[in-house]
């Protein structure tokens, strides 16, 4: 008996409506009035290496910031203390739900509340010299972070199946010493992925602290093409390293996740 495939209309349609799309951005950037030129000869002037190198640093930061928070944070969600449960909630229910470029901007103006910083007598200064674009940036960005990576952390940990970590305090683990030999690694498999496109997230959103004066990349490229005019080719360098930037990260995040996840076969299976 002689077997008949479908031919696969759909499939040749879609690859069709791609390569037209696809061909039609290529051929759109090719005639428009875009001097690709200037693109690549500020793709590494050093006003803009210095951007990149700023919003990388604080990425990290901010990132490492979150998720100390974050950890502490769904540790405290499921605590049997109600004031530290409630704190949680309340922590990540704020920072989740304001704004980020509003966080910002409170952070940035704190000195209209606070006009001084005191700590109990040992130590006094104005805070517009304390809260400067950076520093406004990391507490926005970190405080920001640590409201969603706690979720993912909670997530992770709740994974876990209980028995585990009964086993661990069976056989004489503290809480502590169970959390971080039995609990958290294997939670790491389930957290990463999630964690890993947050911090590619994060990489992008820092590009908001160009409003408040941070000197990012985006503010570089901006600072640039307000002199020269050349807005287009500007944003081009940005998106360039932007996208370098993140295809490393993704890369990275990949080998984290291989290595996390030895052991176990695709579908989470043995």
Known sequence: ?????????????????????????????????????????????????????????????????????????ALARESVNPVLRGASIFYTWFFRGAPLILQLLLWYNLALIFPRISLFGFYDARTVDIITPAVAALLAFGLNAGAYASEIIRAGLLGVDRGQFEAAKAIGMTNSVALRRIVIPQAMRTVLPPLGNEFISLIKMTSLASIIGFSDLLR????????????IEMLMVATVWYLFVVTILSIFQHRLEARFGRGFAKGGRR
């Not at 570089?220 to 807005?231: C, H, L, P």
Request: hydrophobic residues 60%; proline residues 4%; contains cysteine.
């Open 1 to 73: 008996m002689r077997i008949i495939h479908p031919v696969p209309y759909g499939r040749y349609l879609a690859v069709a409506l791609i390569l037209l799309a696809a061909g039609f951005i290529v051929k759109s950037f090719a005639e428009g009035q875009v001097d690709w030129s200037v693109t690549w000869r500020y793709l590494f002037w050093p006003n803009i290496l210095m951007g990149l190198v700023n919003t990388i640093w604080m990425s990290i930061l901010c990132m490492a910031i979150g998720i100390a928070i974050g950890l502490a944070s």
């Open 220 to 231: 570089s490229v901006q600072n640039i093409y307000f002199i020269n005019t050349r807005i």
